[in-house]
């Protein structure tokens, strides 16, 4: 089974800082995705970041991007320049799959709960 | 990418009653899941919905309790039955983007249910 770890419960960064939210993985899979979902206090989720396992290459999303190491099973999330809008819950997922497969359900880590401060 | 209608966005109910949360999708997707949420918690699946066939059930969540309905590929139901307060919480559906380039979920905004 596959299992999702976000260790940190919370954290705080100020306005236009850096900040890494880390995430852990454990999967005998081969072929899988990891997300990142933002949960502001509206309740949508909302998807920040996407990346392929079979993908070397870290995704960038604007501010946001990942450090991918897949041998290590980690997948942690760097917000640059962080923006008020920025405070909410972040969630790591796994999904198991592969490219143009079809896609079964996500897998949730904890979460972590960032606050940015002015 | 697909949108999803979710409602009612909030509801408080009294234990024993049964509240029943639609997800409307404005194109047809072929898999539809329902979430829980308890109170500061993760997304835990309760169960996977496919038009067409009964509902997929995760360990610790029974039809009995959570009747599901998928009438067609736009549309389905998550009923909370004989509730008590533990089943306070926020619902959520999601379905899965089919197309290649934007992989991914998109979620409805959620139900949040107090059982009082």
């Known amino acids: 089974a596959q299992t999702v770890t976000q260790s940190q419960p919370e954290m705080s960064v100020q306005e236009a800082e850096t900040v890494t939210l880390s995430c852990t993985y454990d999967t005998s899979e081969s072929n899988y995705y990891l997300f990142w979902y933002k949960q502001p206090p509206s309740r949508q989720m909302i998807l920040v970041i996407r990346?392929?396992?079979?993908?070397?290459q870290n995704a960038t999303e604007n501010r946001f991007s990942v450090n991918f190491q897949k041998a290590a099973k980690s997948f942690s999330l760097k917000i640059s320049d962080s923006q008020l809008g920025d405070t909410a819950m972040y969630f790591c997922a796994f999904m198991k799959g592969r490219y143009g497969g079809s896609q079964g359900n996500l897998i949730f880590g904890k979460g972590t709960k960032l606050s940015v401060k002015p | 990418s697909a949108v999803i209608s979710q409602k009612p966005s909030r509801d408080i109910c009294q234990r024993g009653t049964s509240l029943t949360i639609q997800c409307q999708v404005d194109s047809q997707v072929t898999m539809m899941f329902w979430y829980r949420q308890q109170p500061g918690q993760s997304l835990t699946l309760i169960a996977t919905?496919?038009?067409?066939?009964?509902?997929?059930?995760e360990s610790g969540f029974v039809i009995d309790k959570f009747p599901i309905s998928r009438p067609n590929l736009t549309f389905s139901t998550l009923t909370v039955s004989n509730m008590s307060p533990e089943d306070s919480s926020i619902y959520l559906c999601?379905?899965?983007?089919?197309?290649?380039?934007?992989?991914?979920?998109?979620f409805g905004s959620g139900t949040r249910l107090t059982v009082v």
């Open positions: 919905a496919n038009q067409g066939s009964e509902a997929t059930y």
């Open positions: 990346q392929e396992a079979y993908k070397q």
């Open positions: 999601s379905v899965a983007r089919d197309t290649l380039i934007n992989y991914g979920y998109t």
